[in-house]
């Protein structure tokens, strides 16, 4: 369905009963929409930094007053820095967002707590376009029903200072030895999903283990992850969440090398002076994350709900995300809109094979999510209290 049937659409939502006759935990499912209506005026995000930008940033990114300007919804955003924060922002005010950006580890979660709603893809114009790998994923649809629309993905990756550091960094391995001459100067992601980043190390380096899946640890598993976090914690002088914190280690020597994001090195790289990194996806693999716009599901902007993703993953809105923010878009006909246009290329946008040792965030549950049952695997509660207690 092209944007002009949805217009064209008389406003109010006809509902549909029997669109999924469950949700999750056998609870009754809430009836869809099948159409998209007028806008109630107003859409409040919880967002990814620099995935809903007005200008307020940079004067020239602003992809935000075009939808407010062409459908009257008034746009309020609110950014976080690790999926946890995210969570916890959601959960502690249930009804204050509309629409969130979750990563796999939160997105979840969102649904088994019933804080978002299934998605009636159909009536979503930019729905089709989204490529096959990022749709009908254990993070964004349970048992076949849909919660959202998926908007991207990018790979978590390993960021040095070049004239600090030579040689240049190609494995993550270098980042746990103690012994090594980077001790001391090493930034992290501080959220216990770190742990992962351990288990994807463990599962290259100790076979033994039998790690197939850095998110379904048992407890022999979980427990050398754990133990190597805590060996390489003499090694960390930064444990960081907002991103401008990262940059700031860099540019005054703090740190040299560490777990980061493309868009942390585009802007270091693009300051005047340039701050002299490099980044590389380490010969381990590494975690990543493929996030989608989900809704809330005690919104009361519906109509505006839906439009707003409905625009956030169109192909105009989805290339100028990605290319701000360092990443492959989530919609096919995006990459023929890039301004460079080797964006797509340099992001692995369509190369499925660049993903498959990219470990997308995932929440951790009891039920192992690498398919074994005869072992229980630790719960995202686990991680967390590890995590406390790795950090001291």
């Given at each position: 369905?092209?944007?002009r049937?949805?217009?064209?659409a008389?406003?109010?939502?006809a ?11 056998g ?10 209506g ?22 020239a990114?602003d ?6 300007e ?17 969570f916890?922002l959601f ?13 796999g580890?939160a ?5 088994r ?10 009536i979503?114009?930019?729905y ?10 254990p ?8 919660y959202?629309?998926?908007h991207g993905?990018?790979?978590n ?8 550091v030579?040689?240049?960094p190609?494995?993550w ?12 100067k090493?930034s ?18 100790q ?5 197939k899946n ?8 979980f427990q050398?992850?754990v133990d190597?976090l ?12 907002d991103y401008?914190?990262?940059m ?12 980061t ?9 693009g ?12 010969e ?6 493929s996030?989608?716009w989900?809704?809330n599901?005690?919104t ?12 956030i993953?169109?192909p ?36 499925d ?13 009891a039920?192992c ?8 695997c ?5 991680w967390?209290?590890?995590w406390?207690e790795?950090?001291?």
């Amino acid at each position: 369905m092209d944007k002009r049937r949805i217009a064209a659409a008389l406003g109010a939502f006809a509902l549909v009963v029997g669109a999924c006759s469950t949700g999750t935990g056998g609870t009754p499912a809430p009836s869809l929409p099948t159409s998209i209506g007028d806008g109630e005026g107003q859409v409040s995000v919880l967002s990814w930094p620099g995935y809903v930008e007005n200008g307020s940033t940079d004067p020239a990114v602003d992809w935000v007053t075009p939808f407010e300007e062409e459908t009257g919804c008034k746009v309020t955003n609110q950014v976080f820095g690790t999926s946890d924060e995210a969570f916890s922002l959601f959960s502690t005010n249930p009804e204050k967002f509309d629409v969130i950006s979750a990563s796999g580890d939160a997105s979840l979660r969102l649904v088994r707590a019933g804080y978002v709603q299934p998605v009636t893809d159909d009536i979503i114009s930019s729905y089709p376009d989204i490529f096959p790998a990022l749709k009908d994923k254990p993070y964004n649809t349970v048992d076949g029903v849909h919660y959202g629309v998926p908007h991207g993905r990018g790979s978590n990756l390993l960021m040095w200072r070049t004239d600090e550091v030579d040689p240049a960094p190609t494995k993550w391995a270098e980042m746990f030895d103690p012994a090594s001459p980077l001790a001391g100067k090493v930034s992290v992601y501080d959220a216990p999903i770190y742990i992962a980043d351990a288990a994807v190390l463990l599962m290259a380096t100790q076979p033994d283990l039998g790690i197939k899946n850095p998110y379904a640890l048992d407890d022999t598993q979980f427990q050398a992850a754990v133990d190597l976090l805590k060996t390489q914690k003499p090694m960390i002088s930064q444990y960081w969440v907002d991103y401008t914190k990262q940059m700031d280690a860099f540019r005054n020597g703090d740190a040299n090398v560490g777990t980061t994001w493309q868009v942390i090195t585009n802007l270091l790289q693009g300051e005047d002076p340039a701050v002299p990194v490099d980044v590389i996806k380490p010969e381990e693999g590494a975690t990543g994350w493929s996030d989608t716009w989900m809704i809330n599901s005690k919104t009361k902007n519906l109509n505006c709900a839906y439009k707003f993703v409905e625009y956030i993953t169109s192909p105009e809105a989805n290339i100028q995300v990605a290319e701000w923010f360092g990443e492959a878009p989530g919609n096919s006909k995006a990459c023929e809109l890039a301004v460079n246009p080797d964006h797509c290329d340099i992001f692995h946008a369509d190369d499925d094979a660049f993903w498959e040792d990219v470990w997308y965030w995932q929440t951790p549950e009891a039920k192992c999510v690498d398919g074994r049952t005869d072992k229980t695997c630790k719960t995202f509660d686990d991680w967390v209290k590890a995590w406390t207690e790795i950090k001291g």
